[in-house]
């Protein structure tokens, strides 16, 4: 079972930049792929950033491209996500996910990728 745990959340202002860190916690070695979601107060969860763990592939969603990366430490079991040039609508939840687990608990789908393996979350505030 895999536990994620997000950390480095914040509260910047805008132009500012903040590096979330997810540590994942048990046996990864099935995930194919790490993604981080976002939710704000009355919005849907959107995908934000996916990386393929065995090629080091990644995509983002067309609202982060150019100013959020994300990238991995396999040696570390760690995902993270460096957020440069943020603004007031990057606030949000976010949390990291692993593909994998069982789709009767729920989870979410992310370029066809189930993610069933879900972290507590870090807010992210960006002011004006």
């Known amino acids: 079972q895999v536990q994620p745990v997000e950390s480095g959340g914040g509260s910047v202002q805008a132009g500012g930049s903040l590096r979330l860190s997810c540590a994942a916690s048990?046996?990864?070695?099935?995930?194919?792929?790490m993604a981080w979601f976002r939710q704000a107060p009355g919005k849907e969860r959107e995908g934000v950033a996916i990386?393929?763990?065995?090629?080091?592939?990644?995509d983002y969603a067309d609202s982060v491209k150019g100013r959020f990366t994300i990238s991995q430490d396999n040696a570390k079991n760690t995902v993270y996500l460096q957020m440069n040039s943020l603004k007031p609508e990057d606030t949000a939840m976010y949390y990291c996910?692993?593909?994998?687990?069982?789709?009767?608990?729920?989870?979410?789908?992310?370029?066809?990728?189930?993610?069933?393996?879900w972290g507590q979350g870090t807010q992210v505030t960006v002011s004006s």
């Open positions: 990386i393929f763990t065995g090629s080091g592939n990644t």
């Open positions: 996910a692993a593909e994998g687990g069982e789709r009767l608990y729920g989870g979410s789908y992310y370029y066809g990728w189930f993610f069933g393996y």
């Open positions: 048990g046996y990864t070695g099935s995930s194919n792929c």
